[in-house]
């Protein structure tokens, strides 16, 4: 247990010195970006995701075959969306890949704008998402989570990818002491799965009890802290920024 909460500490605050620098505890932020994005897409775009791909293909392999609820083109729009904003990321990675502050400094500022734009896009709409609106949300919000994607992987931070939570659960149970592992990075993990289920449940939550613009407020408050976090260190030298063997 103490070594979990050390990690997670670590995590959260990371110690002068760490090979990632602030990169964990901002990718956990951009991992509650994900979860509040995903319930926005879910629960009021018409069950579809733009953060979630594995979700979405069998969406569309179930809503071919006629189930209730369920929206082919919207799928097929999102996956679309999500694999244009991932080549975006591809050549910001290219662009900025001898400095990894720079890299998510400039596709944090980009996905800032793309999420500012549907936040301005649902007030002009008054929160009504008619079908237009509703596949000009999902076209913007999947670039904005296929950029994020394809940055996360660039800067190589393990288990925290922001969106995809399947190996960070694989490792959990197979790398634990009763599997016969040395459980790395516990904390770090368990956080990742947390911060993913936290931004879930408030976006779920304001949902219910409020309208689709205060979550997408949320996200872009969020996002506009990490850009003013990590936009401070455009210019630093040190070693956590260069790129990770």
Known sequence: MRG???????????PAGDRHGPLPP???????????I????????????????????????FAL??????????????????LAGALAGGRFGTRYAAHRGRLLTAATAVQTLLVAGTVITVAVAHGQ??????????????????LQNAVARRLGVPDLTTTVLTLTLTGLAADSAPAGG?????????LSVLAM?????????????????????????????????????????????????
């Not at 997670?8 to 990371?14: C, E, F, H, S």
């Open 4 to 14: 979990l909460l050390t990690d997670a500490g670590r995590a959260l605050v990371p």
């Open 26 to 36: 901002l990718l956990l932020g951009l991992t509650v970006v994900t979860g509040l």
């Open 38 to 61: 995903d319930a926005v897409t879910y629960l009021a775009l018409g069950h579809v995701f733009v953060a979630n791909m594995t979700g979405n293909v069998v969406f569309l392999g």
């Open 65 to 82: 075959t006629g189930a209730p609820g369920l929206s082919a083109p919207a799928s097929v729009v999102s996956m679309v969306s999500f």
């Open 129 to 146: 998402v008619t079908g237009t609106v509703k596949y000009l949300l999902i076209v913007v919000l999947g670039l904005a989570m296929g």
């Open 182 to 190: 040395t459980a790395p990075r516990p904390g770090r993990r368990i």
């Open 197 to 245: 289920f936290l931004g879930a449940l408030a976006g779920a939550l304001l949902l219910r009890h409020a309208e689709l613009l205060p979550v997408l407020a949320l996200a872009l408050v969020l996002l506009t802290a990490t850009l003013i976090t990590v936009r401070r260190h455009w210019a630093s030298d040190a070693a956590w920024t260069r790129p990770q063997s």
